[in-house]
C-alpha cells in the first residue's frame, strides 16, 4: 500500500501563492506517477497536475498551465504544488494521488490522500 498525506493548503487572497505538499510512505516504488487533483464543492473532481517519479516527464491541465507547478524533492518521497497567481476559481478540496501512467484520468491512480483545503477569498 501507498500512503499519502498533503499539508499545506489555507486561506489566501486572489493573486497570492500557495505551496502544497504531498508526503508518500509505503510501497511507494509500486506506482510511477504522483499528481493532483481538486474538487470544489458541486463540482466533479478534476485533474490538476502530474510528474513521474523520475521527474523527467509532467502533465498539466490547461487551466493551471504558466501559474501551478508541480515538483519533487530529491532526497524524499514528497511532491509539491506551487500555485501561484491564484484565482477564486482555484479554490477547492486538493487531493494527492499515486499512480502508474501519466494520464488525466483519476481512474487510473490507485492511491489517495485525504485532501487539503485551498480556499481564495477575492
Known amino acids: 500500500q501507498v500512503h499519502l498525506v498533503e499539508s499545506g493548503g489555507g486561506l489566501v487572497q486572489a493573486g497570492d501563492s500557495l505551496r502544497l505538499s504531498c508526503a508518500a510512505s509505503?510501497?511507494?516504488?509500486?506506482?510511477?506517477?504522483i499528481g493532483w487533483f481538486r474538487q470544489a464543492p458541486g463540482k466533479e473532481r478534476e485533474f490538476v497536475a502530474a510528474?513521474?517519479?523520475?521527474?523527467?516527464?509532467?502533465r498539466y491541465a490547461d487551466s493551471v498551465k504558466g501559474r501551478f507547478t508541480i515538483s519533487k524533492a530529491n532526497a524524499a518521497n514528497s511532491v509539491f504544488l506551487q500555485m501561484n497567481s491564484l484565482k477564486s476559481e482555484d479554490a477547492a478540496l486538493y487531493y494527492c494521488?499515486?499512480?502508474?501512467?501519466?494520464?488525466?484520468?483519476?481512474?487510473?491512480?490507485?492511491?489517495w490522500g485525504q485532501g487539503t483545503q485551498v480556499t481564495v477569498s477575492s
Open positions: 494521488a499515486a499512480g502508474t501512467f501519466l494520464v488525466s484520468n483519476q481512474q487510473r491512480y490507485d492511491y
Open positions: 510528474m513521474t517519479w523520475s521527474g523527467i516527464s509532467t
Open positions: 509505503g510501497r511507494t516504488g509500486i506506482t510511477s506517477v
